[in-house]
C-alpha cells in the first residue's frame, strides 16, 4: 500500500459545485502539503500544515480551504470549483526531525472542471 | 514571478548520451536544491539534492553542478537510458521554511534507444 493515498484519483465536475480531495498518510510525518501541478507552471504550493494545529496559505491558496483532520489526514477543498482550477493535485509529506526534509509525494489526484 | 527558472522544457537524448537540465535562481535565501523526478501517472519522487557550499554532489549516473556566483545549478545525466524518459524538476528551499519549496517549470525527457 502506498504511503500517502490520495482519494479520489480522478474527478470530473462542473462549475460551482463543491469539492473535496482527500490525503491520507502512514508515514507518521507532521508536515503535510497540498501543490498544484499544471503543465509549463510546475508544482505551486497550495496549503501548508506542520501540525494538527498548524495551517498556512502557500503561494496560490485563493479559491481553496484546507482541513487537518488528524496527523495522518489532510483535506484540500474547493467551495466553488470554477474551470481554472483543473489539474493535477499532490498532497506531499515530510519529516520533521530533518531540517532538509524530503517531500514524498502521493500519486495524485486529476481534477477536471467544466 | 517565477522564482527558480527552468530549461529546457522538453528534452529529447539517445541511448547512452548525456542528458544536461539547467536551473536559475534569484533568491540568495535558499540554501537546499533537490531535482525531483516523477514518471507518467506518478508523484514526483527526490533524485538528488545538492546544499550550497558544495560545488558538485554525484550519485550513480546522476549528477549536480552548483554555481553559487551565477546563482545557477544543473542535473546530468550520463550514459541516458530509456529507463530515464520522465519530468525532472529543480527546486529550491528558502533557508528558515523547513521543507516548503519553490519548484521550477519541470523538464520532460525522452531517451530515445
Known amino acids: 500500500d502506498a504511503d500517502v493515498t490520495q482519494t479520489p484519483r480522478n474527478r470530473i465536475t462542473k462549475t460551482g459545485k463543491r469539492i473535496m480531495l482527500e490525503c491520507s498518510q502512514t508515514?507518521?510525518?507532521?508536515?503535510m502539503y497540498w501543490y498544484r501541478q499544471d503543465p509549463g507552471l510546475g508544482l505551486r504550493l497550495i496549503y501548508y500544515s506542520f501540525d494538527v494545529k498548524d495551517i498556512n496559505k502557500g503561494e496560490i491558496s485563493d479559491g481553496y480551504s484546507v482541513s487537518r483532520q488528524a496527523q495522518a489526514k489532510f483535506s484540500l477543498s474547493l467551495e466553488s470549483a470554477i474551470p481554472n482550477q483543473t489539474a493535477l493535485y499532490f498532497c506531499a509529506t515530510s519529516d520533521q526531525t530533518r531540517e532538509f526534509g524530503e517531500l514524498f509525494f502521493g500519486e495524485g489526484s486529476r481534477l477536471t472542471v467544466l | 514571478q517565477q522564482q527558480v527558472k527552468q530549461s529546457p522544457q522538453s528534452l529529447i537524448v539517445q541511448k547512452g548520451g548525456i542528458s544536461i537540465i539547467n536551473c536559475a535562481y534569484e533568491n540568495t535565501a535558499f540554501d537546499y536544491f533537490p531535482w525531483y523526478q516523477q514518471f507518467p501517472g506518478k508523484g514526483p519522487a527526490l533524485l538528488i539534492a545538492?546544499?550550497?557550499?558544495?560545488s558538485e554532489k554525484k550519485e550513480g549516473r546522476f549528477t549536480i553542478s552548483f554555481n553559487k556566483s551565477a546563482k545557477q545549478f544543473s542535473l546530468h545525466i550520463m550514459d541516458s537510458q530509456p529507463g530515464d524518459s520522465a519530468t525532472y524538476f529543480c527546486?529550491?528551499?528558502?533557508?528558515?521554511?523547513?521543507?516548503?519549496?519553490?519548484f521550477g517549470t519541470g523538464t520532460r525527457l525522452q531517451v530515445t534507444l
Open positions: 527546486a529550491a528551499r528558502q533557508r528558515g521554511t523547513a521543507s516548503k519549496l519553490t
Open positions: 508515514k507518521g510525518h507532521d508536515r
Open positions: 545538492i546544499r550550497p557550499d558544495v
